[in-house]
């Protein structure tokens, strides 16, 4: 099914006058940069009145895979955006879904829409500055509305599943052991949601991917609401939960709702359309469960390079990111002291140039010559991969060392003479999934702290997280 973009080019081109009205020809098809999961196009049209721009969302190479609670496809992600509109949310109108016929994959044509979907523009941009203040509220009242869609009526329950808290978090965590990577940060996770599920909730249409970076913005406030994708009914606190998860503040901590605002301020304008408090302890759960989600979100990621059909520089990158997900794990379950490793300098180099030297040479290259000369999504890919090299260039220099510890540590808590990093780890994540290690199982909380905390200092220094954790989890 994955065509190139000429191919797409082609088929848009004979496709578009028939199925959109008052289209007289395609005369641009464009990728935007992103889209790991899914693709997004921008479509210029000629009409009647002149050039008209439209939006296309496909499944990445056209292939979509397996229906499921997280992924009801993109013909119900269409469907949902269509309801989601006629009940006063803000939504583009979706003029066409993709049929099999098409020849280019699952996805649909919706209306353009002017306005800031990247997060960490809509923390900063300056022609934000006068409605950020008012965001967090207006996030929260439409989330509201999302949460009061009348399932049985809008036919919504026919093509949704049910999602209860306990499948989901035994889901995702069946999901992250079938990748066969020993993640132990993630087996105590998943052991404590386990331990502390919602009591009770009403059944919901869940967005679950609403944050910043889903939800397009103007100075005037809220546009769209993006990316259905991964809907699905069930607790609607899950929305509030992963709307303050730490991964979509970009870079601003202290603001747990997007980087941009307050929580009191996201459930004072959820309360205000549902009359109802909202239910702080059931968000902190899920909270938790925002990061335990998307860390395994991101190493399948990686998974999906390794064997999907979109192998593209932007996958294991973003499998390394998974770490950022621990470490705010870390900080809201077990926080404390914890240190970071000095890097090796007893290493010799006999090499002229050094491994780091032609790492660091490639890098230049990306940055200072291929970005400043491309656009779109060729320049943010070449910033992708430089930033691989990055972390390449880290683990070089402080993955001995930290692997070393780590090994020390393991072979303290098992009881193990084992030298083997990876068996020990397997070993580990062995006794948590059984039960056999407690939770609170001395020198655990410590050994996981110290693991995670050295290695999102080799992923992502920068990431805030790190510095959270650092502080001893203080401000999550």
Same mark, same amino acid.
């Given at each position: 099914?994955?065509? +190139? ?6 088929? /848009? ?10 289209? &007289?020809? !395609? ?44 992924? =009801? ?26 049929? =099999? ?29 006068? %409605?950020? @203040? ?14 009061? *869609?009348? /399932? ?16 989901? %978090? ?13 993640? @132990? ?7 404590? !949601? /386990? ?10 249409? #869940? ?14 406030? *809220? ?26 503040? $970009? ?5 747990? #709702? ?14 205000? #359309? ?14 938790? $469960? ?25 996958? @294991?990158?973003?499998?390394?990111? +998974? ?10 379950? *077990? ?7 000095? @890097?090796?300098?007893?290493? #010799? ?8 030297? !032609?790492?660091? +040479?490639?890098? &230049? ?21 430089g930033n691989s090299l990055d972390i390449v260039q880290r683990e070089m220099a402080l993955g001995d060392a930290a692997a070393d510890q780590e090994r020390e540590r393991l072979q303290s808590l098992l009881a193990s003479r084992d030298t083997d990093l990876m068996r020990l780890r397997e070993q580990l994540v062995q006794g948590l999934r059984e039960g056999q290690i407690d939770l609170n199982a001395p020198g655990l909380a410590e050994h996981l702290r110290a693991s995670i905390v050295n290695q999102i200092n080799i992923d992502q220094p920068r990431y805030a997280g790190l510095a959270t954790a650092l502080n001893g989890g203080?401000?999550?």
């Amino acid at each position: 099914m994955s065509a +190139s973009h000429s191919e797409l080019e082609h088929i /848009l081109g004979d496709l578009l006058p028939r199925v959109i009205e008052d289209c &007289d020809r !395609l005369t641009k098809l464009e990728r935007l940069s992103g889209g790991a999961s899914q693709e997004t196009y921008r479509i210029t049209i000629a009409s009647s009145g002149g050039e008209r721009l439209l939006a296309m969302r496909r499944a990445a190479g056209g292939e979509e895979g397996e229906i499921t609670a997280q992924h =009801p496809g993109l013909a119900v992600e269409a469907l949902l955006m269509q309801v989601a509109r006629a009940q006063g949310v803000p939504e583009p109108e979706v003029h066409y879904v993709l049929q =099999p016929q098409d020849g280019i994959g699952a996805g649909f044509v919706m209306q353009w829409l002017e306005g800031e979907a990247l997060g960490a523009r809509i923390v900063k941009a300056p022609e934000l500055n006068a %409605v950020r @203040p008012q965001l967090a509220h207006m996030f929260g009242a439409t989330l509201a509305r999302i949460h009061s *869609i009348d /399932l049985q009526a809008t036919g919504l329950d026919q093509h949704l599943q049910h999602l209860a808290p306990e499948d989901y %978090v035994r889901q995702t965590w069946e999901r992250y052991q079938a990748f066969e990577t020993p993640q @132990p940060m993630i087996d105590f996770t998943a052991r404590w !949601l /386990l331990d502390n599920l919602p009591t009770s909730y009403t059944p919901s249409l #869940v967005h679950n991917d609403y944050r910043n970076g889903n939800v397009m913005v103007d100075a005037t406030g *809220i546009v769209a609401v993006l990316d259905w994708e991964v809907a699905h009914i069930g607790d609607p606190m899950r929305d509030l939960g992963w709307m303050l998860t730490h991964s979509w503040r $970009f870079g601003r901590a202290h603001l747990p #709702v997007g980087g941009f605002g307050a929580a009191d301020d996201f459930y004072a304008g959820y309360e205000s #359309v549902t009359g109802e408090a909202v239910d702080r302890q059931a968000v902190k759960f899920w909270q938790v $469960f925002g990061s335990f989600w998307w860390a395994v979100g991101c190493l399948g990621m990686a998974e999906h390079y390794r064997n999907g059909p979109d192998q593209s520089v932007e996958r @294991p990158g973003i499998g390394r990111r +998974s770490s950022e997900c621990q470490v705010d794990c870390v900080n809201l379950l *077990i926080p404390g002291p914890v240190s970071l490793v000095e @890097p090796r300098t007893d290493t #010799v180099y006999i090499d002229m140039p050094r491994a780091d030297e !032609l790492l660091k +040479s490639v890098t &230049d290259f990306l940055r200072e010559q291929v970005m400043s000369e491309t656009t779109g999504r060729t320049q943010f890919l070449a910033r992708v991969a430089g930033n691989s090299l990055d972390i390449v260039q880290r683990e070089m220099a402080l993955g001995d060392a930290a692997a070393d510890q780590e090994r020390e540590r393991l072979q303290s808590l098992l009881a193990s003479r084992d030298t083997d990093l990876m068996r020990l780890r397997e070993q580990l994540v062995q006794g948590l999934r059984e039960g056999q290690i407690d939770l609170n199982a001395p020198g655990l909380a410590e050994h996981l702290r110290a693991s995670i905390v050295n290695q999102i200092n080799i992923d992502q220094p920068r990431y805030a997280g790190l510095a959270t954790a650092l502080n001893g989890g203080e401000g999550v």
